[in-house]
């Protein structure tokens, strides 16, 4: 057949090798999902959860028809056709014109080739099944069934590269496949299989000394990283290799024999005894099945045949004890697959320590990872992670980040994964089940609660540790010889810690570092001071030990021990510390250091401290310095102005800057909601204000919270914060989509007296929020209001400009939806004039693409063209891809109409492929490509992209983008179906009356951060 459908990299489409277009990313997907059963019927539900998982839109199943029928278009010519059948679709082609499908055949055929064959036909077969992969399967989709799919797949391309080299070296072309190995035991330097075929290759190659080598390097990688030896088939080779046994020469080779070089010398070296004894290996010498690695071409996807997965867990404890029978029954959960461990107890009593020592002991059974979060569940001073916030940290460990709904990408990205996961310090069942995994793998939860409500979980215990392995832990710590002089000293210190690992620990650490104290004389002080000691806990013996390690710190020492007790967030730099403590930031961290350690504070990542939730408790009871919580709000305040300002000068600076706003994210909001609580409301709002132009580019969960957080505090203090952080939090509302929130908040600011640029501004926005909504006579009304209040002032702030600016922009864009565009260029001038004035906190991108639009109009290309590269720039740098496929169209439109359609096609086809869904610029990119094509004399093209743009502006309910499509419907169809073009025509004139429109025009791209 003349058609050839391809997965196996790009989802694309070629008839007579020429490339057929079919749409958009996610119309490729649903061709992709009927490609995998061609000629079978695939049903419609099933389509659909193949292609959206669990972001199924509204009307799911009116979107896939669109797409079906928009394909059968594409495919019409070609010889390949797609029919509905029972409920569902099929895909009518061979088997043998899609690339997956022949991959697969020829594999098979090369797997069951006798041995008459020969290795030359068998290579053949491998190299041209091979050849097919174009690159990652499905490149670009991302659900749960094509990431299981790809993975599968990616196990088929490694088990066909390594039979491949199977055969070259047994055909004795050692030297064509060692750079290949050599790149493949790069990638995944555990993968003994690999490891053994490059072996081999370079012992062929004369290369003795350094296939021993190789084989030195992974038995240390293995012995490190896993606590394994290698496997009896690399050891035996290994063995083979040192010995130059002639049996590893090519078949039809001797020893001396003519060849690609003369067998070797054996190297004399000394027997270790893992290979002194070991017989010659007769077996083929790389023959067992891959148990890992990475796919050549496919390196960095987690989802596939990969690299092993990174450990992210805590340094574990070079002195645990005890816990047999709960490790053994963790070791038997992680041979099930999928299951899902709670381990719950008191404080202190180790869930994170025996969580940790029993995560390394099992990490090497997980190649994806080992993850690690603390949920802050029972933490005091600090509030339980949300589902967002953990996800954020556990993506970000698997080296990703959510481009929408979290919980579903955590979903969609562990599918194909088989982890281990540790979810430290829950609070509750309903904090963890967001979490837990889609792929198989062992997931350990702690916790202090019992979480029997955990479906399918199996429930552990840990209670304190016996006396007799309390001691054993103590006299570890203390050492054996000195615990062994003074037991009974020993024994009354293990039972005054009450078997406590932590208090255990603590007081080990005292004599520790202590020698010359007998440990009698430690006992005798924790008999003496236990009743005078603070109740921090039902168990007094507990604080007895952290205060008998707080008596030995510094005056300097102690200071900065109550700071990072008093400090509200997840962890703290020596920078805040300092703050807090008043003291010089290196003197802090040196303190800090020696805090870590005595075992008073962890240091978890480098520079950043916390303390356990116990000593933590301990040490704001002993605090009574009331300015430490203002001087950590000064130090925020101070800090995050300077680091926001430096956000956008592209600069090394601004990239330091975003990564410690984004680090302590979660801690500038504990510390809004601590200002809130202590009564300090001045700080909470300025606080959120100034924390704004951040959290505008990252708009869910908690910026929300801060700013309602930042607004409940300015309301309490009644000092005129309150319309401001309004007008924020409306902000942040319509950028997540709660466009009737936002609203509602911004008509309670414009409702409330004082400030006139605040009310001004919540006029302004309101005027925005009508023109969006296609009320254009209530957008010019509050428009006109928001200039007339700026107009009494003598006057304007930072806020003010902005306020104005949006004034202009919105007269400007109201008077180009008229097609009144001389007019609008004022306007539109004076707001980018105000631009320039408000410099980096400006909305310039949105103000200089409306300008773009009027010169566009007027005839002024070159410069319109001017500014939308600019503008492209901008949106590239902040990840606003809509608003890049924006400025990309109009670069287009402006290019079309200077007589250059054909490059202006190739920049609105990158646009089309930026958008995705049945937004607003989806339609409106449809429609000026569909104009473009026009342009170029491709009608039937044209007609395609207009119906396309329709149907999205449809299920988007986008009226402008319907007038506009059904305005070029009605044109380009007069001169062959004159009476659908009316149809067509009065349609788009119905809108028009609707929206207060002289012709059909679309509305530009808002992003509602940007203002």
């Not at 075929?197 to 190789?214: I, K, W």
């Amino acid at each position: 057949m003349s058609v050839h459908f391809g997965v196996l990299g790009v989802v694309e489409v070629r008839r007579v090798g020429e490339p057929v277009e079919v749409g958009h990313a996610r119309q490729r997907q649903v061709l992709a999902a009927l490609v995998m059963d061609a000629g079978r019927v695939v049903p419609a539900d099933v389509l659909v959860d193949r292609v959206w998982g669990e972001r199924e839109p509204r009307r799911g199943r009116e979107a896939l028809y669109g797409y079906v029928s928009r394909l059968r278009g594409a495919l019409s010519s070609s010889g390949a056709d797609i029919v509905r059948e029972q409920g569902g679709y099929r895909l009518v082609v061979g088997a043998g014109a899609v690339d997956v499908h022949r991959f697969r055949e020829l594999s098979a055929r090369a797997q069951a080739a006798p041995a008459s064959y020969g290795d030359e036909r068998r290579a053949a077969l491998w190299e041209e099944a091979l050849g097919l992969w174009r690159g990652e399967a499905f490149t670009g989709a991302d659900t749960p069934w094509f990431n299981a799919q790809r993975s599968l797949l990616d196990q088929e391309r490694l088990t066909a590269q390594s039979e491949l080299v199977e055969a070259r070296l047994r055909l004795g072309q050692h030297t064509a496949v060692l750079a290949r190995l050599s790149a493949w035991a790069e990638q995944d330097p555990l993968d003994e299989r690999v490891c053994g075929q490059l072996m081999l290759a370079l012992y062929r190659s004369g290369r003795q000394a350094e296939a021993l080598e190789r084989y030195e390097q992974a038995r240390r990688r293995l012995s490190e990283e896993m606590g394994l030896d290698p496997g009896a088939r690399l050891r035996r080779l290994h063995q083979r290799v040192l010995v130059a046994d002639p049996s590893l020469e090519p078949a039809g080779t001797a020893s001396g024999a003519a060849g690609e070089r003369p067998a070797p010398e054996p190297v004399t070296r000394r027997r270790t005894p893992s290979t002194a004894g070991v017989p010659a290996d007769e077996d083929a010498p790389t023959g067992a099945p891959p148990v890992r690695g990475a796919v050549p071409g496919s390196a960095g996807r987690a989802s596939g045949a990969r690299r092993r997965g990174r450990n992210y867990l805590p340094r574990d404890l070079p002195d645990f004890i005890g816990r047999e029978d709960e490790l053994a029954r963790l070791t038997a959960a992680a041979a099930e697959g999928g299951a899902v461990c709670t381990i719950d107890g008191m404080a202190g009593v180790g869930k994170t320590a025996f969580s940790v020592h029993a995560g390394h002991r099992l990490a090497g059974r997980f190649p994806d990872g080992v993850l690690f979060v603390d949920l802050q569940g029972h933490s005091p001073g600090k509030t339980p992670l949300t589902a967002n916030e953990a996800l954020e940290v556990l993506l970000g460990q698997l080296e990703t980040e959510a481009p929408g709904d979290a919980q579903a990408h955590w979903r969609a990205r562990t599918a194909g994964l088989r982890l281990l996961l540790v979810l430290d310090n829950a609070v509750d069942e309903t904090q963890v089940t967001p979490l837990l995994p889609a792929g198989a793998g062992l997931v350990i939860v702690t916790s202090r609660a019992r979480l029997s409500a955990l479906a399918g979980a199996h429930p552990m215990s840990l209670s304190v540790l016996p006396e007799k392995k309390a001691t054993e832990f103590f006299a570890r710590l203390v050492g054996n010889d000195r615990a062994a002089a003074e037991p009974d000293a020993v024994t009354r210190v293990v039972r005054l810690c009450a078997g406590l690992p932590l208090a255990l620990r603590l007081s080990g650490a005292q004599l520790a570092h202590r020698t010359a104290w007998p440990i009698a004389h430690l006992s005798g002080q924790l008999s003496k001071e236990r009743e005078r000691l603070p109740k921090l806990f039902a168990d007094r013996e507990v604080a007895l030990a952290f205060r008998m390690s707080h008596e030995q710190l510094a005056p300097a020492d102690r200071t900065v021990f109550y700071a990072l007790g008093r400090r509200p967030g997840v962890d703290a730099d020596a920078g805040v510390i300092a703050a807090m403590a008043d003291m010089p930031t290196a003197r802090a961290d040196d303190c800090l250091q020696r805090l870590v350690d005595a075992h008073l504070a962890e240091e978890a990542v480098v520079g950043r401290y916390r303390q356990h939730d116990l000593l933590r408790q301990y040490a704001r009871g002993l605090s009574e310095d009331p300015r430490m919580t203002e001087r950590m709000l000064d130090h925020y305040l101070a800090a995050v102005a300077a680091a926001t300002a430096r956000l956008d000068d592209g600069s090394a600076d601004a990239g330091a800057a975003r990564a410690w706003l984004t680090a302590e994210k979660g801690n500038l909001l504990a510390a809004t909601r601590c200002a809130a609580a202590e009564g300090l409301s001045d700080y909470a709002w300025r606080l959120a204000i100034s924390f704004w132009r951040f959290l505008g580019r990252d708009l869910a969960g908690d910026p929300i919270e801060l700013l309602e957080q930042g607004v409940s505090a300015a309301r309490e203090a009644a000092d005129g914060g309150e319309a401001m952080l309004n007008t924020l939090l409306a902000l942040a509302h319509w950028s997540a989509g709660r466009v009737s929130l936002a609203h509602d908040l911004l008509t309670a600011s414009a409702r409330m007296e004082g400030n006139t640029e605040f009310h001004a501004h919540s006029l302004a926005l309101l005027g925005l929020m009508r023109l969006r909504g296609g009320d254009h006579a209530g957008a010019e009304e509050y428009a006109e209001r928001a200039s007339a209040e700026l107009g009494k002032l003598p006057g304007l702030s930072p806020l003010g400009l902005d306020a104005k600016i949006i004034t202009f922009w919105t007269r400007g864009v109201n008077r180009v939806l008229r097609a009144e565009n001389d007019a609008a260029l004022p306007y539109l001038r004076a707001a980018h004039a105000g631009c320039e004035e408000l410099g980096q906190a400006s909305p310039n991108d949105h103000v200089v693409t409306a300008l773009a639009r009027c010169l566009i109009a007027l005839g002024d290309h070159e410069e319109a063209l001017g500014h939308l590269r600019r503008v492209r720039e901008l949106r590239q740098r902040i990840h606003d891809k809509e608003g890049e496929a924006e400025a990309l169209t109009l670069m287009g439109t402006a290019l079309r109409a200077s007589g250059h359609a054909g490059d202006a096609l190739e920049l609105q086809r990158v646009a089309a492929a930026l958008l995705d869904g049945d937004t607003r610029l989806q339609g409106y990119a449809r429609v000026e490509l569909g104009r473009t094509l026009i342009a170029l004399g491709r009608t039937a093209e044209a007609i395609g992209q207009y119906e396309f743009a329709l149907t999205v502006a449809d299920q988007g309910h986008h009226l402008h983008e319907q007038a506009q499509a059904h305005g070029e419907l009605a044109r380009t169809l007069a001169p062959a179906d004159p009476e659908g073009a009316r149809r067509h025509e009065r349609t788009a004139a119905d809108i028009c009356v609707r929206l207060d429109l002289h012709r059909p025009m679309s509305l530009p791209h808002l992003r509602p951060a940007g203002w």
